[in-house]
């Protein structure tokens, strides 16, 4: 085999290796582990400001779209950190 043979063949194991992954975290939204560790951190400094901190438990993703879109009004919260928090919050409620 010529090297170049051996190089295509190299990329396309590569490629197949990725499709499950690139397809997966489209699906799933899987956040980056930076945006969690932001999101954790925003979530115990701003959502125990007014109320109890709840457990990521308490509610569904979708739940906690609804609700965190509502606390990101009733809090005057930035888009972003609260895009941190949810992103901290679908990670942390799930069972497993
Ligand atoms: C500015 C004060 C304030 C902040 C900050 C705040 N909340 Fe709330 N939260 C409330 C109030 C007031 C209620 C009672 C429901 C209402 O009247 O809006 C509530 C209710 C809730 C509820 C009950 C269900 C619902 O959506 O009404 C949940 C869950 C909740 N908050 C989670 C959070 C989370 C998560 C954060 C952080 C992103 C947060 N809260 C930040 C004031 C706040």
Known sequence: MKA???FTVIALVGLVGLVPTAS???HDDV???AQIARGAKAWAEQ???CHNIRS???LTDEEWLVSTTHMRVRGNIPGNVI???QAFL???NKKE
């Open 4 to 6: 170049s043979t051996i």
């Open 83 to 85: 895009r941190d928090i």
């Open 24 to 26: 997966y975290s489209a």
């Open 31 to 33: 956040p980056d582990p």
């Open 56 to 58: 990521p438990s308490e």
């Open 90 to 92: 679908r990670s942390s």
């Open 47 to 49: 959502c125990g400001r």
